[in-house]
């Protein structure tokens, strides 16, 4: 599949009707999702960082980018990767890793260390730089983190939204944002919205209703595997 194709599936898609992206940690992972039947996937860096030993946000680029090439390459579907804030690349090498990892997609968020928001207008900027090194080579999810360290303001989101999706973006993802607020969000944003559902049925049938385009996951498919991985050694330590 095409990174065309592949933004095509987040366009069109009928009311309650999400496009659903599961989120592999390694190959094996990657490798269970795809014989499931999905026709994408979307790398968490949460859950990568865990399945490197890492805590969130400190896995280096180099292992980030290898553990991503390993996914990609021990599947046949088209994989979007979670690559934080870019890790301090220049929009050129950043595109040219992506890229060299084999990825259609890719996260980047506007938070620093998810603790302090960036200025929009000059991360806009920085956007629309990545848009015009990888052309329509590359699906960029623009994370927009008011809900996470920010006013909590859907007015905000919007805001930033808008900046973004003028700069190229072709998909936001306001984490954390409350299933509640998303029809507001959804009438101020023009184009695809992302939203993270917690690993059951209930809460991805619950954001397609609100009108959530696209859902993934974040660490919670690595962090539920983990937990029953858990509960077996437990039972048969027992």
Known sequence: MT????????????????????GPWDAASARVLVDAGYPALATPSAGVAA??????GATPPDEMFAAVAR????????VSADVEGGYGLAPRE????????????CNL??????ATLKDPRRHAD??????????DALFINARVDTFLVGTGDPADAVERARLYVAAGADCVYPILAPPQVLPQLREGISGPI???AGPDRQSVAELGRQGATRIT??????????ASIGDLAAELRA
């Open 217 to 226: 996951f974040g660490p919670g498919m690595q962090r539920y595997a983990m």
């Open 94 to 105: 950043l595109v040219g890793r992506l890229l060299e990892a084999g990825v259609v997609g």
């Open 71 to 78: 996914i990609v390459r021990a599947v046949s579907v088209p």
């Open 126 to 135: 920085w956007l629309a730089e990545v848009r015009a090194e990888a052309g």
């Open 194 to 196: 992302n939203m993270a």
């Open 3 to 22: 990174t065309s194709t592949f933004r095509a599936l987040h366009h069109d898609r009928a009311a309650g009707d999400p496009l659903v992206l599961p």
């Open 51 to 56: 399945s490197l030993g890492y805590e969130d």
């Open 109 to 114: 968020e506007d938070s620093e260390g998810d």
